[in-house]
């Protein structure tokens, strides 16, 4: 057991290393000039240039690779020399990057060419002082500091080059002589459960995902805690009665259920039940964070829509599972010895029918992810999945590699627990 | 003395109409089957049809638009005012009959999208598992590794990054399908040669001194071909469900012809206005789908009660 567990925990992990490879450098080969994307097609060639920079995305590919995976603090506090370390702003509730020297909090900026000083003061603010730093000779005749900005990033300034650069900052683009040359956002890495800022909002996207999967979790929580006794209630007499018109009309109608997208489903009970009927609202647009909470009628179509989804499936396994079982020499020994059929079914043949259904219902989580991609996407529904759609479509990398990561995360755990659940449940089955 | 020349009463072999003739009625014994297969034959004939003649043209705006079904077009109108049933003809081509190749020249390859996904998932399926299979060992350590890492990606997400990744289009909506459907051909590729490996017929090969992949291909896997088939069968159903829901989500095939998926999302839009406008396309891509999981499912109970 203890073997089994510790090899499919090794094979777990190599399958996420895998799998974050492998996105990372799909939506390398492929998300095209995302700088055009947040800038606009209106945007000169220097200025994105200088926007790619910005953005750190000028580093190769392995070692952008190695910052979403591990940080890159690391290599930032070889850069610059002081030990950097994070503190969160109570106002935004965000992490911000600071590099600590002599036991003061610092940070720098630049404007027309003069660098400043930010200490960091206990209340969180900051006083602002002309910059005493020691540059550092370059070549041709500049010279170059390595410091920590106000937009978490590790920055090299540079003086005396004579480049122009174009610096974005909230306000928009800033032509400037000397400045700011390459950029390493400073992030800890999903290791460290950071996964960088999202492109599209600029926001964190560690920060601005977890209220995104409180509501997935509470859409398909709701929709499993319906959909499990009812499909296991049906595959079972489905099961028991098998060949009879009970059976005929469950199979096929969970058949039917199955193989019907989940957008077609959707729409029906938004047209039925949104539009001709007018009982439940037809959008699940939040008027407020916690409007699931005030409004929970907004629930009801996405959750119906994931139950009659997942219904269809996992009442077709019980009941196939179920038929197996009935059919085994056991239940034909204890019918034989009289046994009344109430008591066959309840003691016997259940407890051994229900195991195929546990694994494959885990290893359809995976399923159930697709589902509530969609369901979301009809719905408008704030949660996982519409918020990996939005990203998807704006090509934002960090936000899909974060979002993506967890969803895999939660299909390789699941199916660790189905597989770990059957082998407990199942004596008769030993991994080697 | 003459001795009268022996006769043997060798029985034709049959010929190949007829052998094709009992592997159909084995469709026909199952009633699931058979009405799974009607359904599709159904979609297939009116996609035939669509390709030489349509009630009207199907991407011109003719008539008022959001119409009700009348006795001018069937199914009505659609938001532009273009007529469904044509619309949902010509639909069934990007799915099952034709592939557009990227570039100017508006080049086709007969076989549609989900047709050739599965087709690459099939081809790379076997591949992969014959090797896992019947090589084993590292072989199917590796591969199967990578592959549980494929299916460790909810498939819609797979879907998602690969067409954000590439341009939209037909080869990349195959593509997508091929990726997403490689790993379970695999897997049921593998399990399969793993049991036919034990036969005798391959020991004899072996002994003849063929190659591995003389094995693999021409003594396996034609004997791994019935689930497999009927496999493929189900994957041709996901493929269109799958492209439906790209479509709906506004990734899809790309325009200008027709196709089901965004035919529902554009339709979605009019819902409180023109209900009307989603139902056929819904019904069509379920319809078609369930068609396909029957006539599977059906070939499945029966093969399998050929097998016992």
Do not use: C
């Not at chain 1, 000779?137 to 174009?166: C, H, K, L, P, Q």
């Not at chain 1, 964070?289 to 499936?313: D, S």
């Not at chain 2, 003849?208 to 189900?234: C, H, K, Q, W």
């Not at chain 2, 965004?262 to 789908?289: E, H, K, Q, T, Y």
């Amino acid at each position: 057991m203890a073997r089994f567990i510790v090899r499919s925990l090794i094979s777990a992990v190599l399958t996420m290393l895998i799998v974050s490879a492998a996105l990372f450098f799909f939506l390398e080969v492929g998300s095209g000039d995302v700088t055009v994307k947040i800038l606009g097609i209106e945007s000169t060639p220097e200025q994105r240039a200088s926007y790619r920079t910005q953005l750190g995305l000028n580093a190769p590919a392995w070692q952008r690779y190695l910052d979403w995976l591990a940080g890159s603090d690391w290599r930032a506090e070889r850069a610059v020399g002081l030990p950097l370390v994070t503190v969160r702003n109570e106002s935004t509730d965000e992490a911000e990057w600071w590099a600590e020297r002599d036991g003061e909090l610092v940070r720098w900026t630049m404007r027309d060419g003069e660098l400043y000083q930010l200490t960091r003061q206990a209340d969180g603010s900051s006083v602002e002082s002309p910059a005493d730093v020691a540059w550092q000779e370059g070549e041709n005749g500049a010279s170059y500091f390595w410091g920590v900005d106000a937009d978490n990033n590790a920055v090299m300034w540079m003086r005396g080059a004579g480049e122009t650069v174009w610096v974005r900052t909230k306000a928009g683009f800033r032509k400037e002589g000397d400045g700011p040359r390459e950029y390493i956002p400073l992030r800890k890495g999903l290791l460290r459960f950071d996964a960088g800022k999202s492109l599209q909002t600029g926001r964190p996207v560690s920060v601005t995902l977890w209220p995104r999967v409180r509501n997935t979790l509470i859409l398909a929580g709701l929709a499993f805690l319906i959909v499990m006794p009812l499909a296991v209630f049906l595959g079972v007499i489905a099961g028991i009665n098998e060949g009879t018109w009970i059976d005929r009309v469950i199979s096929i109608g969970g058949l039917a259920l199955t193989a019907t997208p989940e957008f077609v489903t959707g729409i029906f009970l938004i047209l039925i039940f949104g539009v001709w009927w007018r009982v439940f609202p037809a959008v699940a647009i939040f008027t407020s964070p916690n409007a699931i909470f005030e409004k929970p009628m907004l629930l009801v179509l996405p959750v119906m829509t994931l139950t009659a989804v997942e219904l269809g499936y996992v009442a077709r396994m019980t009941r196939a599972s179920m038929v197996e079982v009935m059919e085994a020499p056991y239940i034909r020994t204890a019918a034989i010895k009289g046994m009344p059929r109430r008591r066959i079914v309840m003691r016997h043949a259940l407890r051994n029918a229900l195991l195929a259904p546990i694994t494959i219902i885990m290893l359809h989580v995976n399923w159930l992810i697709g589902g509530v991609v969609v369901v979301e996407a009809i719905f408008g529904y704030p949660g996982l999945g519409s918020y990996i759609y939005s990203a998807a479509i704006f090509g934002d990398p960090n936000a899909v590699e974060a979002a993506a990561m967890l969803l895999v995360i939660i299909a390789v755990a699941t199916r660790l627990i189905g597989d770990a659940a059957y082998m407990l449940l199942n004596p008769r089955i030993r991994y080697s | 003395m003459t001795v009268a020349p022996q006769t043997i009463d060798v029985p034709p072999s049959p010929s190949r109409w007829s052998r094709a003739w009992d592997n159909l009625s084995l469709v026909f014994a199952s009633r699931i089957a058979t009405v799974g297969l009607v359904i599709v034959l159904l979609w297939l004939v009116l996609g035939i049809v669509s390709l030489f003649w349509t009630p009207y043209p199907p991407n011109s705006s003719l008539f008022t638009q959001n119409l009700m079904p009348n006795s001018t077009n069937w199914l009505g109108t659609d938001h532009l005012g273009r007529d469904i049933l044509s619309r949902l003809m010509a639909g069934t081509q990007v799915v099952l009959l034709k592939t557009r190749l990227p570039g100017e020249n508006g080049w086709v390859i007969p076989g549609g999208v989900a047709v050739w996904g599965v087709i690459g998932a099939l081809f790379f399926g076997s591949v992969l598992g014959l090797n896992a299979g019947y090589r084993g060992g590292w072989w199917d350590q590796i591969i199967m590794q990578v592959l549980d890492a494929l299916v460790a990606f909810p498939a819609i997400v797979l879907y998602l990054v690969i067409i954000t990744a590439f341009e939209q289009g037909d080869l990349v909506v195959v593509f997508a399908i091929t990726v997403t459907g490689t790993p379970g051909i695999a897997r049921l590729v593998r399990s399969l040669a793993l049991d036919i490996k034990t036969r005798d017929y391959i020991r004899a090969a072996e002994t003849r001194g063929e190659s591995p992949s003389y094995i693999m291909f021409r003594e396996i896997l034609p004997n791994a071909r019935g689930p497999v088939l009927v496999d493929a069968t189900l994957r041709v159903g996901y493929a269109i469900f799958a492209i439906g829901t790209l479509g709906f989500l506004g990734i899809g095939l790309p325009p200008p012809d027709p196709d089901w998926g965004s035919m529902v999302n554009d339709a979605r839009r009019f819902i409180f206005v023109f209900s009307w406008g989603v139902i056929p396309p819904s019904v069509a891509i379920a319809s078609l789908v369930i068609g396909l999981n029957l006539f599977a499912d059906g070939m499945r109970e029966e093969l399998g009660r050929y097998q016992k």
